[in-house]
Structures are given as structure tokens and as C-alpha cells.
T-cell receptor, first 112, second 114 residues
Framework: EDQVTQSPEALRLQEGESSSLNCSYT??????LFWYRQDPGKGPEFLFT???AGEEKEKERLKATLTKKESFLHITAPKPEDSATYLC?????????????FGTGTRLTVIP | ETGVTQTPRHLVMGMTNKKSLKCEQH?????MYWYKQSAKKPLELMFV???????ENNSVPSRFSPECPNSSHLFLHLHTLQPEDSALYLC?????????????FGSGTQLSVL
């Protein structure tokens, strides 16, 4: 069964304390892996798409990497405004939205 | 207006009520989606309208009924809901509904069923 697991469930960091969020997946035929950010009371906002192992994407303090089994979202010197829930989603198998599987997210809190 | 707009933002309804959620996208996309988001659960795809084709999650109860009159508007009609249907309902759009596309989400409707 296709599955996406995110860890940790919650993470508290001091401002400036770098860390990583993990998204591990067991799917057949990875088409793409997506990272989204969700602020309280809002819908998810797209961050990155990764398509193949070894690929990396960066945006400001965030860097996403992909291996054959997992993806990491590295946060370098985070600021309080980086506080949000980060969602991972994996597109597997055939094309189509019904083959997009989301994780339950990591809730990140950055303390000033 | 830009992006994906959902109304209402909050909705409280009794189990015997009938209500509708509305979604409008201003991005020129061809695919629109309804997702359900419950606490500590993954986003659950409910329905997709893509290039005039409808795809639905077979586990969605018939008390949820989607309507997509055109590529910019999407509705979710609700009737005789149960308390376990309380959740955040998210609308999203994408370019064509194909793989590898990013989704653009609205802010959601927080639904409470009493």
C-alpha cells in the first residue's frame, strides 16, 4: 500500500537553530514529490517539486532534497515567520490527482 | 481578485440542514479539486474535475455532492451530514490535472456539524 510518513510530528526550534524535516515514502513508480507550507487558517502553499533522486531545490532558508526512499526539508537559521505546518505529498504510479498521497505534516514552531 | 477563493470561511450546520460550499479560481486552470482535512490525518481527495472529466474517491459518502458548472467554479453540496464530517474543506486548482503539477489551494471552509 502506498504510504507517506512525515517526522517529527512537531518540532520546536530556537531562532537560528537549523534542522531538518523528514518525509519517507513507500510508493510504486514515483512521479514527483511535493512540499507545501500551511499557515493556521489557510490552505497549503506550494514550495517545491522534486522528480528524481539526487535532485535539490532551494528557496530562501529552505532546501529540499530527494533520495529513492525519502525527502528532507532542511531549514537553515530559521526565523519565527518560518513557523507553519509543512506537508509532503507524493505522486505515484499513473498520472492523476487520485494518485497524489499526502503526509500528516510536521508542525514547526520557531521561538524568538 | 487572484488565486483560489472559498466561501464561506466558517459554517456551522445541523445534521438535517442543506448547505453548499463555493470555490472560484482566477488562475485560468483546467482542473479543480475538493479535499478534506481532518486533524492528524492526511489530506483526503474527495473529487476532481479535470478537462470535463470527473474523478471521485469511492469512499466519499453520497451526502457530499460536487458540481462544476465551468472551469472556474466548483461547488460542494452538503446534506444530512454527520458530526464526523466536521473538518476543513479545501478547494484547489491546477493547470490540467496531470501529474507533476502543483496545486493552488484556497483558504478552506471550516465546517462544524452539530
Amino acid at each position: 500500500e502506498d504510504q507517506v510518513t512525515q517526522s517529527p510530528e512537531a518540532l520546536r526550534l530556537q531562532e537560528g537553530e537549523s534542522s531538518s524535516l523528514n518525509c519517507s515514502y513507500t510508493v510504486s513508480g514515483l512521479r514527483g514529490l511535493f512540499w507545501y507550507r500551511q499557515d493556521p487558517g489557510k490552505g497549503p502553499e506550494f514550495l517545491f517539486t522534486l522528480y528524481s533522486a539526487g535532485e535539490e531545490k532551494e528557496k530562501e532558508r529552505l532546501k529540499a532534497t530527494l533520495t529513492k526512499k525519502e525527502s528532507f526539508l532542511h531549514i537553515t537559521a530559521p526565523k519565527p515567520e518560518d513557523s507553519a505546518t509543512y506537508l509532503c505529498a507524493v505522486q505515484a504510479g499513473a498520472a492523476g490527482a487520485n494518485n497524489l498521497f499526502f503526509g500528516t505534516g510536521t508542525r514547526l514552531t520557531v521561538i524568538p | 481578485e487572484t488565486g483560489v477563493t472559498q466561501t464561506p470561511r466558517h459554517l456551522v450546520m445541523g445534521m438535517t440542514n442543506k448547505k453548499s460550499l463555493k470555490c472560484e479560481q482566477h488562475l485560468g486552470h483546467n482542473a479543480m479539486y475538493w479535499y478534506k482535512q481532518s486533524a492528524k490525518k492526511p489530506l483526503e481527495l474527495m473529487f476532481v474535475y479535470s478537462l470535463e472529466e470527473r474523478v471521485e474517491n469511492n469512499s466519499v459518502p453520497s451526502r457530499f455532492s460536487p458540481e462544476c458548472p465551468n472551469s472556474s467554479h466548483l461547488f460542494l453540496h452538503l446534506h444530512t451530514l454527520q458530526p464526523e464530517d466536521s473538518a476543513l474543506y479545501l478547494c484547489a486548482s491546477s493547470q490540467d490535472g496531470l501529474y507533476g503539477e502543483k496545486l493552488f489551494f484556497g483558504s478552506g471552509t471550516q465546517l462544524s456539524v452539530l
